[in-house]
């Protein structure tokens, strides 16, 4: 792991996966940048440290719920009015694979 | 009466207002006036809205009077406002209005604060300069050539140039610790899950708290009073464990002090080495007893966030989607209107940070990238909890220099994100770290961080008034001294 590089073709199949178009030029950029980070972190990757048990959050604490109750949410006039291309009953978006 | 708005505490407005020598409405517009003077430079608002800041202060004059009601105060544009645009410093953001507060934003107003407008951030909180703000870079009002550190710089900036006696600010690798250190202010970053979230644009939810950035340790507890609080509406909180105290400066008699003299080796620049020593030397003048503690896995620190943070970014900016809100790039199918309108909307920081975790967390890379980050985020845990087992709290610089010039690390992301090494740790670890002014180097301000375990912030701000006491640190930047 310590010798990370990305080519362009995985820079792309990566911003697939983000849904982020990106420019030829950025696809030649983000791979110089990602590789650099990357290989920064990969200074972690060789520690043994394979017996500990990961930290998947910081609260030790663990959730705080409350009851599942039904509340009033948003009014729908409220949650369209953000909306790029709202109808009057919700969201409009372009075809799905169009 | 004319009002001295550069250098004014939060806790002297309050007395100016209850002591009926200026109204809310005044001192409003003198804070407005301020802003409208020498924002124009600084750049550390996005938002101001004199008509409904004066509005909310002659509702202040009008009602009971008590406690903080008519202090003026400035958000970070990451926390939402009810009918007021928030941006957290994105294009694809612009022109957003939420329809509900940030829980923090409807406590200030409960108490009676004032909002004097919306501050300028590195976009999505994602930077340590204020430099990936969509909007453009804010400047330090100590040198105007300098970031005011970041990502919340303008929460720094406004504090610091007097158009706003104090700010909110967030902090997920150092944003408000940093920038307070590079500002010449106080600013607390308190214990993971002690304040809602509910209402803050998220970036990296395990790691982010919302805290004060103010001029005195004092101001900052008056205003964690107002924020540390649970509203059932943020499932990882759990409020503070005890009702925070407005501190008195006194002798740290009893007080053991750990330092991490390894992690001091790397790269501190020497005049900040050297007023951190100063302080060290300080809190032995006054009773307390240095003992060396070790943090071996704290310099993996920086590894492991660039993977937790990024991982966390790429799951939450996914909702940045162009068909609920924000900016939408039209093309002809939902698919190229996802990826023309993120391209678009995000800059190249958040852009980095969205692969880095999408490629930290797509097959074949998780274990190796994530959840071995995960891992040494237990160690680091481990090492604050057996330093903790012997020391009151642990005392580093802030951050590794002073504020850099302007451009100084916008093209090189691993430096940027290097003058996080000493902040990033405590977010990993979820405990509370308050930053106080320490002096200048090259006649800019450094920061001296008190770490301490969780739910320590009434010691935190005990020991930091004693360090301000001893420092007298005066917060007002000498050019405005000058001008004013």
Redesign the interface.
């Known amino acids: ?1 310590s010798d990370v590089e ?1 080519t362009p073709d995985e ?1 792309r199949h ?2 697939a ?7 030829d030029a ?1 696809v030649e950029r ?1 791979g110089r ?2 590789t ?3 290989g ?6 060789q ?1 043994p ?2 017996d ?10 663990g ?4 009851p599942d109750e039904a509340r009033p949410g ?1 009014a729908r006039a ?2 369209l ?5 709202p109808t009057a009953e919700g ?1 409009r ?6 | 009466m004319a009002i001295d708005v550069i250098g004014l505490t939060a806790e002297r407005a309050a007395a100016l207002l209850r002591g009926r020598e200026c109204t809310a409405e005044e001192l409003a517009q003198a804070y407005l006036d301020r802003i409208a003077a020498v924002d124009g430079e600084i750049h550390s608002y996005l938002h101001v809205d004199p008509e409904r800041t004066l509005a909310a202060a002659r509702a202040q004059d009008a009602g009971s009077g008590e406690g903080l009601a008519g202090v003026p105060i400035a958000y970070k544009d990451l926390l939402s406002t009810r009918g007021v645009p928030t941006t957290a410093g994105s294009r694809i953001l612009e022109g957003f209005v939420p329809i509900e507060d940030a829980d923090v934003v409807r406590w200030g107003d409960e108490a009676g604060l004032v909002s004097l407008g919306k501050t300028n951030l590195d976009e999505f909180a994602m930077g340590s300069s204020t430099e990936h703000s969509a909007y453009g870079p804010t400047r330090n009002p100590w040198d105007t050539a300098r970031v005011p550190g970041g990502s919340s710089g303008g929460s720094a900036a406004v504090v610091a140039a007097g158009c706003a006696p104090w700010a909110l600010g967030t902090d997920t690798g150092g944003s408000i610790r940093q920038p307070a250190a590079f500002c010449g202010l106080v600013g607390l970053m308190p214990t993971y899950g002690s304040v809602s979230r509910f209402g803050v644009v998220a970036f990296a939810c395990s790691l982010e708290q919302v805290g004060p950035m103010t001029l005195t340790v004092r101001d900052a507890a008056l205003l964690q009073q107002v924020i540390a609080r649970d509203s059932g509406r943020d499932a990882t909180c759990t409020g503070p464990r005890e009702p925070i105290a407005v501190p008195e400066p006194g002798r740290l008699d009893g007080v053991t002090f750990g330092v991490p003299r390894a992690e001091l080796e790397a790269g501190v620049e020497e005049g900040v080495r050297a007023r951190f020593d100063e302080s060290l030397a300080i809190a032995v003048s006054l009773g307390a007893r240095l003992v060396d503690v070790e943090l071996p896995y704290a310099r993996h620190g920086l590894a492991a966030y660039y993977v937790i943070a990024p991982a966390e970014a790429s799951a939450n900016l996914s909702r940045f989607d162009g068909v609920r809100y924000g900016l939408r790039v039209d093309a002809p199918d939902v698919r190229a209107m996802y990826e023309a309108t993120r391209d678009a909307g995000f800059g190249a920081e958040v852009k980095r940070r969205i692969m880095i975790g999408t490629y930290a967390l797509s097959a074949g890379y998780h274990d190796a990238y994530y959840v071995q980050a995960q891992r040494v985020r237990t160690l680091i845990r481990r090492d604050f909890d057996a330093a903790f087992a012997g020391v009151d709290a642990i005392l580093l610089p802030t951050a590794p220099t002073v504020a850099f010039p302007i451009g100084a690390r916008l093209d090189d992301p691993l430096a940027m994100y290097a003058n996080d090494i000493f902040t990033l740790p405590v977010n990993l670890a979820g405990i509370p770290a308050l930053s106080v002014p320490n002096g200048l180097s090259e006649g800019l301000p450094t920061g001296l961080q008190i770490i301490g375990p969780a739910h320590a912030e009434n010691l935190l701000l005990r020991l930091g008034a004693a360090f301000e006491a001893e420092h007298a640190f005066d917060p007002v930047p000498p050019a405005l001294r000058s001008a004013s």
């Open positions: 792991m990305l820079v990566v911003a996966l983000a849904r982020l178009g990106l420019a950025e983000l940048e990602l650099s980070i990357l920064h972190v990969n200074t972690i990757a520690l440290i394979a500990v048990p990961p930290t998947k959050h910081a609260n030790p604490h959730d705080a719920l409350r948003a409220e949650a009015a953000n909306a790029p291309d969201f978006v372009p075809p799905i694979g169009a």
